[in-house]
């Protein structure tokens, strides 16, 4: 299960990312609401875990935005907030469960196997075709002709974060934490590498130019 945590507690997020990865889950932090709210737009996720109030947009906030765009995903809300307004207000701005502070995990645990069973997201494409060739997303692969290119792992996850966000330019650091952690001490010359590998791999295909360099902000793939 992919989850997207929004908590600004360092010291509760370090936990609730421990305890989850521990678990076999696949999880994503970030502690502002403006980062929620764009990772949550350009990505696939089973649930969203969002902290109440957080600096630059709190959870409430980015879950009435995500729903009035049309997100279709598990959305749950955390807070220390316990009133009954208070888990009104939140289960009207989007979100379909609501967990007071403090909590234990194995109840977290549990509301996030409820709203997965609900499948609320629709499953990504198994092949995604970009121009004339076709991004397998099972064998880690893309086609052209009747040839097959195989990707390593880290050249898959970066090729699809492209794909799912063609023609936005996603920047080093998103990438780096996206791909790689947040913990992660990979050097951003790592990235370049990386695409550098992809690149060379496209342009037996003759589609070298489909990922595009930003100078001093990240890279994009063409539309």
């Not at 403006?34 to 089973?46: L, V």
């Not at 330019?169 to 370049?192: C, F, H, M, Y």
Request: charge should be negative; hydrophobic fraction near 40%.
């Amino acid at each position: 299960m992919k989850i997207l945590l929004a908590e600004d507690d360092s010291q509760l997020g370090e936990l609730i990312v421990y305890m989850l990865t521990k678990s076999g889950y696949n999880v994503e932090w970030v502690m502002e609401g403006e980062d929620a709210y764009y990772y949550a737009s350009n990505a696939h996720y089973d649930v969203l875990i969002l902290d109440w109030m957080m600096p630059n947009g709190d959870g409430v906030d980015v879950c009435r935005r995500l729903r009035k765009q049309g997100y279709p995903g598990a959305i749950l809300m955390l807070t220390a907030k316990d009133t009954v307004e208070d888990r009104i207000e939140g289960l009207d701005s989007g979100a379909d469960d609501y967990l007071v502070k403090p909590f234990e995990i194995g109840e977290l645990q549990a509301r996030l196997r409820a709203l997965s069973r609900r499948n609320y997201a629709p499953l990504l494409e198994e092949e995604i075709k970009l121009q004339d060739l076709v991004l397998n997303r099972n064998g880690h692969f893309f086609r052209f002709g009747s040839e097959e290119i195989q990707l390593s792992p880290r050249e898959y996850q970066l090729l699809d974060l492209l794909v799912q966000n063609k023609g936005q330019v996603i920047p080093r650091e998103v990438i780096l934490e996206r791909i790689w952690g947040l913990d992660s001490d990979v050097a951003p010359k790592t990235i370049d590498a990386t695409v550098k590998l992809i690149r060379k791999k496209l342009d037996k295909a003759g589609k070298q130019e489909l990922i595009q360099s930003v100078r001093g902000v990240g890279y994009k793939l063409e539309n």
